[in-house]
């Protein structure tokens, strides 16, 4: 049986602590993207996740850093795109590969009505309007009412666990 650790270490930070535990949570990799400011943004995210069914809602965790940070803060609708197994050059190019217009040359790029981003084939895309927000330490919660749902192909998600891409299947 593995030993179980006392959390945390001697000599190792809570916030160490706590990034080594959370590599064991595997999450779908997913695509943020949103239409601000005349431009197109995107960001591979892990942090995203359900919220309620009535109504219908995400939130989305966003890092002070991230240069989808000021669209979100100003209110940008957003789309969450879950990705499948073989769209890794797309999450690598949306979490900081390439910047700006560039994160969208991989890939079949549609927009919503009201201009969101979303990706044609991902497994599923989710079109929010953007409802509220909260800031909190290093990262805001953003949280969308889903107003249009697309779901592409049979359920086979791109899942990052333990520092590293992996998937559900075989």
Known sequence: MAELRAVPQIGQSLADAMRFGLR??????????????ERRWAMTATAVSELSMEPPSLLVCVNRSASMFEPLMAGANFCVN??????LAISQACSGAVKGEARFREGRWDSG????????????????????????????????AVREVYTHGDADP????????????G
Do not use: N
């Open 82 to 87: 879950i990705l499948h197994a073989d769209q």
């Open 24 to 37: 064991r949570l595997g999450k779908a990799v997913v695509v943020v993207t949103c239409w601000h400011a």
């Open 113 to 144: 009505a009201c201009g969101t981003p979303y990706l044609r084939d991902a497994q599923a895309s989710f079109l929010c309007d953007h409802e509220t927000h909260m800031e909190y330490g290093t990262h805001a919660i953003v949280i969308g």
């Open 158 to 169: 791109l899942i990052y666990l333990d520092g590293r891409y992996t998937r559900a299947k």
